[in-house]
């Protein structure tokens, strides 16, 4: 895959998806926008990619939208503008395979985001988090979508309407990140946990991601319905079996994906 603004690399079963404006300091363009999500959904539609991993090239991860792309749209232009520079939230939602963000120094505005969009994210100990845009009279409404049920009412206000940076470990302690490590062992716990999650059974991790994001759109009692029928769904697949029986045998599984 050759793109302008990203760089794509696999090996063995992780995709590494590299945010690649440096000297922007990683901003979204209109056009690293639409090449992420047709990153995103080329690795997941290769079998031999488990999980993908997205960091950023330079110094910081991402520090926003590319404010030179603002001025002088129409409102119906500005809609088509922020529905794709959003448009990683459901791509990231709809991917059968686990996103890892691979986070440091700064991660803003929709840098932010997409810390956020991703599944599980690993962020180095200097690292600094903000949904920024209020400063500048906008406001951070895409990157607060999926943390605001987690955070509740009074964190999410906050961190729309105030605008403050938080440092990784109160990003840590408010559920928004899974690690946070030193600068220099950041691509190796990042990797040890993409690994981790590559080692799954390939079955359960894809209907266990789409088990949650479903979830997440139903009333109480029928998650428990759910949760039977999906179930019973992976009782019946190879993986289930594969795994029952390399328990009961003190063996390490083979799983098939099916």
């Known amino acids: ?12 079963s992780i995709g590494t998806i590299t945010l690649n404006r440096p000297e922007q300091f990683n901003t979204f363009s209109s056009e690293m926008a639409l090449e992420l999500n047709e990153a995103l959904t080329t690795l997941d539609a290769q079998e031999a990619v488990r999980v993908v991993v997205v960091k950023g090239a330079g110094k910081v991860f991402s520090t926003g939208i590319d404010i030179t792309e603002f001025p002088e749209k129409s409102p119906s232009e500005y809609h088509e503008w922020i529905s794709q520079m959003e448009k990683m939230h459901m791509t990231i939602a709809g991917m059968q395979k686990p996103v890892v963000a691979m986070v440091h120094r700064f991660a803003v505005a929709n840098g932010a985001g997409l810390l956020f969009a991703a599944d599980f994210a690993v962020v180095s100990e200097e690292t600094q988090i903000g949904t920024t845009a209020i400063n500048v009279g906008l406001l951070c409404t895409g990157p607060i979508i999926p943390i605001a049920d987690g955070l509740g009412k009074k964190k999410t206000m906050e961190m729309l309407l105030c605008g403050d940076m938080i440092d990784a470990s109160d990003a840590l302690s408010l559920g928004l990140v899974n690690r946070v490590v030193p600068t220099d062992k950041l691509e190796e716990e990042t990797m040890a946990l993409a690994k981790k999650l590559a080692s799954k059974s390939p079955t359960a991790v894809r ?52």
């Open 207 to 258: 209907m266990g991601k789409a088990f949650y994001y479903k979830m997440l759109e139903m009333p109480f009692s029928r998650r428990f319905t759910y949760n039977a029928e999906l179930f019973a769904r992976l009782c019946t697949t190879e993986d289930a079996s594969e795994g029952v029986a390399a328990f009961i045998e003190k063996r390490k599984p083979v799983w098939k994906g099916k």
């Open 1 to 12: 895959m050759s793109f302008n603004t990203i760089l794509v690399d696999t090996d063995g």
